[in-house]
């Protein structure tokens, strides 16, 4: 089978492996769609612990090509998503539901082969059968809709309350349709450039500020004179985690949805203390594709806006070059198989 494999950081190529058979308790998906993430960018350059070499692909979709033993058949030929958490499903936290505490925990993209391959083998406990009416460009992106549900539930959220979604990534347009469905108000997406601003006004932004060009903190005050009820930041970067703090409202809220690359920060502990701000880590959202796929199959979230390329895997060093350097316009590559 056709895959990419980074053999080490900085070293990625396009070659053929052996289709691999599925140990028990694993499907064989045949990948139908599988969408290029910024943190798989993280795992080419060596800033995330990966097993290299490696095939990386954490967003996609397919089709159930075989099982292992102890597994039911009845999956066979089925359209599928699935998580990529393998655990143990035997300790305290798997039987707590909390599969990313488990102390065996590996997932698919990462420390196991991920998507970006013509077959994937998964666990059969994390599929989720979709319905024939959901594209598979666009179940490829349960994934990350699944963070941005996570990210949203963990923040407390509720109808009318105002939001700031700082960054308009593949992750800040996911929760921005989120909260737009959820009935939020006066949504407000920022971001450094206007790159992606049209897409968040198409999704539903109803106010977009580029920092670059305007300044933030005036427009926001502006907007939500009495700062804002839940604000999410979607970069991990320290200077838009400091401002987020900044502009939430007294007894308000800051969920920290972006990834920091383990980089240390310094932050006003005051903004914190004195405002009784709750601060919220959303690192961890597993178990969301199954609601992720029902919101988009029954057309309550539509994310049309996202799929801005769809590309063959011979063009992964185009893909993963436009998801480095974000041109215009662009938010997600799907590798269509």
Not at 98 to 118: L, M, N, Q
Not at 317 to 330: H, W
């Amino acid at each position: 089978m056709k895959a990419v494999v980074i053999n080490k950081p900085g070293e990625v190529f396009l070659t053929e492996k052996p289709i691999p058979e599925p140990p028990a308790g694993f499907a064989r998906i045949k990948v139908a769609a599988v969408a290029v993430c910024a943190t798989d960018l993280e795992v080419i350059d060596g800033n995330i612990p990966a097993n290299y070499p490696l095939t990386p692909g954490h967003e996609w979709s397919g089709v159930v090509d075989a099982v292992g033993d102890d597994c039911d058949k009845e999956w066979i030929g089925k359209r599928v998503i699935g998580s990529n958490d393998v655990v143990c499903l035997k300790c305290d936290a798997c039987r707590s539901g909390d599969w990313r505490y488990c102390k065996d925990f590996e997932e698919i993209g990462f420390k196991r082969d991920g998507a970006y391959a013509e077959y994937v083998i998964v666990p059969t406990y994390g599929l989720c059968e979709i319905e024939d009416s959901l594209p598979f460009e666009k179940a490829a992106l349960c994934e990350p809709l699944g963070v941005a549900l996570g990210s949203v539930e963990k923040s407390g959220a509720k109808f009318g309350d105002t939001c700031m979604i700082m960054g308009a990534g593949s992750i800040g347009l996911c929760i921005l349709a989120v909260v737009k469905a959820m009935g939020l108000r006066k949504i407000v997406v920022c971001a450094t450039s206007s790159k992606r601003l049209d897409i968040a006004k198409e999704l539903g932004a109803d106010k977009v500020i580029a920092t670059r060009e305007q300044d933030l903190e005036a427009e926001m005050k502006k907007y939500h004179p009495n700062g804002t009820d839940i604000i999410i930041d979607a970069t991990g970067i320290e200077s838009c985690i400091q401002s987020c703090l900044r502009l939430a409202r007294k007894g308000g809220a800051v969920v920290l949805a972006g990834y920091g690359r383990g980089k240390m920060m310094s932050i006003r502990v005051d903004d914190i203390h004195i405002n009784n701000l709750k601060l919220i880590g959303a690192g961890n959202n597993w178990n969301m594709h199954k609601k992720a796929a029902q919101l988009m199959a029954d057309g309550i979230i539509d994310l049309s806006p996202c799929v801005t390329n769809i590309m063959s895997l011979e063009e992964y060093d185009k893909a993963l070059d436009m998801a480095r350097n974000r041109p215009q316009g662009f938010v997600k590559a799907i590798f269509k198989l």
